[in-house]
């Protein structure tokens, strides 16, 4: 079946510093991925869509210049967290869209527990 | 756009039992698709089951069974046999067929526990 990575599983930094979490879409192509973020019991929150060779398409809210997102291929796409702050330390989750497959469907990556000091 | 609402935040069940979970939709649209999502406590999304909003047949998975209602824009998930295993928060999601994007809806969620 479909499979996506994310990597790390779990980081902590410093506040002040960046953060990149890696999400691959493992055994199919994927021209759409999706980061979304969530915190404790709480559901899914997307927070941009991203395309592969364009720009990252970001829910009201979400500031673009400190989750930048970037997806260079058709099987990665990479969230970078700069100047990191406690209150984004959270609970972040990719999805690629199999874009050959019949139901449009989304299949999740394991997900980024970061936590910033 | 697009809401789905999960009114029950939490619901328990004893193990071999029987548990409903609701979920309702808004939208305009008349061809998309409906998901239930479990997340266990390892975090990881496991897609349970799919509704296509053009068939009438209720899908069903092994244990898994949804009763769709498309003019009430209900699509409640039905657990038969509860097993420990089944213990998760559990979303329900909307996708429009014709999104673009693809994006997906998802409702607040419900936290069952099954429990011996």
């Known amino acids: 079946g479909a499979v996506v990575s994310q990597h790390p599983s779990w980081v902590i930094c410093k506040s002040g510093t960046s953060v990149k979490i890696e999400c691959r879409s493992l055994d199919f192509q994927a021209t759409t991925m999706f980061w979304y973020r969530q915190f404790p019991k709480q559901s899914l929150m997307l927070m941009a869509t991203?395309?592969?060779?364009?720009?990252?398409?970001?829910e009201q809210g979400v500031e673009k210049d400190k989750f930048l997102i970037n997806h260079a291929s058709l099987t990665l796409s990479t969230l970078t967290v700069t100047s990191a702050h406690p209150e984004d330390s959270s609970f972040y989750i990719c999805s690629a869209r199999d874009v050959a497959g019949v139901y449009n469907e989304q299949f999740f990556g394991p997900g980024t527990r970061l936590t910033v000091l | 756009a697009q809401t789905v609402t999960q009114s029950q935040p939490e619901m328990s069940v004893q193990e071999a039992e029987t548990v409903t979970l609701s979920c309702t939709y808004d939208t305009s649209e008349s061809n998309y698709y409906l998901f239930w999502y479990k997340q266990p406590p390892s975090r990881q999304m496991i897609l349970v089951i799919r509704q296509e909003a053009y068939k009438q047949q209720n899908a069903t998975e092994n244990r898994f069974s949804v009763n769709f209602q498309k003019a009430a824009k209900s699509f409640s998930l039905k657990i038969s046999d509860s097993q420990l295993g089944d213990t998760a928060m559990y979303f329900c999601?909307?996708?429009?067929?014709?999104?673009?994007?693809?994006?997906?809806?998802f409702g607040r969620g419900t936290q069952l526990t099954v429990w011996p």
């Open positions: 991203s395309n592969e060779g364009s720009k990252a398409t970001y």
């Open positions: 999601a909307y996708l429009d067929r014709g999104s673009t994007l693809g994006r997906l809806y």
